[in-house]
């Protein structure tokens, strides 16, 4: 779902040739970052993304309901009008039986899925094995979705993870594991912040469907969000794919 993502950082952007009705065909993404860097307000940005684009209600599956709800500029987008249907799986367990029965479930299927603090659901059993079967169940319930979705539309899933501090070998393993499950990856870096404003970068790498891009992400204290081009230097090495650090790749 690099594209859904890549449309919101492109400021809500049209998408360009070829890009429309790609869900199916698009990897699944996974959004990694620190805490408090950001991970909730995009993949909520991504919801409202694709619930404006008409093609069907977004599931957003969170341990906890959302305590505030970003805002773009411009945006007049409401959630409940646009069909993002909201649930709150308190554990593992329940997050389980909830994607195993979705096979049962009647009415539109969605066209997005996106689960946020994955980490939250592997922390009652952190050996990969759990990371693993989550990880596939996830892909199977997208998959199921797309079934039903039919017209080569396809149902996108993109899942929040937060990243811990290096030297966590077991946290790195996971987090080796679920890149395996989500080739397309997003990374969040805190960035110097302006007076009451909060910042980030955003890199996004589409899994080879298109070229790697970067975004300075700010959120104003009214939790209005604006994202403008990172100002690429030439040798800038500082974020890198596949590292465990908090929210430093």
């Given amino acids: 779902m690099a594209e859904t993502l890549r449309r919101v950082l492109n400021s809500g952007g049209a998408a360009g040739p070829g890009e429309e009705d790609t869900a199916e065909a698009e990897p699944p993404l996974l959004l990694l970052g620190g805490h408090g860097s950001g991970k909730t307000a995009l993949l909520f940005a991504a919801a409202l993304e694709a619930a404006g684009e008409g093609r069907g209600p977004v599931l957003f599956l969170t341990r906890r309901p959302l305590q505030s709800l970003p805002r773009r500029i411009g945006a007049a987008l409401e959630p409940l009008r646009l069909q993002i249907?909201?649930?709150?799986?308190?554990?593992?367990?329940?997050?389980?039986?909830?994607?195993?029965?979705?096979?049962?479930t009647r009415g539109p299927a969605p066209s997005l899925l996106l689960l946020d603090g994955l980490e939250e659901y592997l922390t009652e059993d952190p050996g990969s094995q759990e990371a693993a079967y989550l990880a596939a169940l996830l892909l199977d319930t997208a998959a199921h979705f797309s079934h039903r979705v039919g017209s080569g539309r396809g149902c996108g899933l993109i899942v929040a993870l937060q990243?811990?501090?290096?030297?966590?070998?077991?946290?790195?393993?996971?987090?080796?594991?679920?890149?395996?499950?989500?080739?397309?990856q997003c990374w969040l870096q805190p960035d110097a912040p302006g007076p009451g404003q909060h910042c980030l970068r955003a890199c996004l790498e589409p899994g080879g469907l298109g070229a790697r891009a970067e975004w300075r992400v700010t959120f104003r204290q009214d939790g209005e969000m604006t994202v403008t081009p990172w100002p690429t230097q030439a040798g800038d090495t500082s974020l890198h794919k596949g590292s465990s650090s908090g929210g430093q790749p």
Avoid: K, M
């Avoid at 709150?88 to 979705?102: A, G, I, K, M, Q």
């Avoid at 966590?168 to 397309?184: E, I, N």
């Fill in 85 to 104: 249907r909201f649930q709150y799986p308190p554990s593992t367990r329940e997050l389980l039986r909830l994607l195993c029965s979705v096979h049962e």
């Fill in 163 to 184: 990243t811990q501090e290096e030297g966590d070998s077991a946290t790195a393993l996971q987090l080796a594991l679920l890149q395996r499950y989500f080739p397309a």
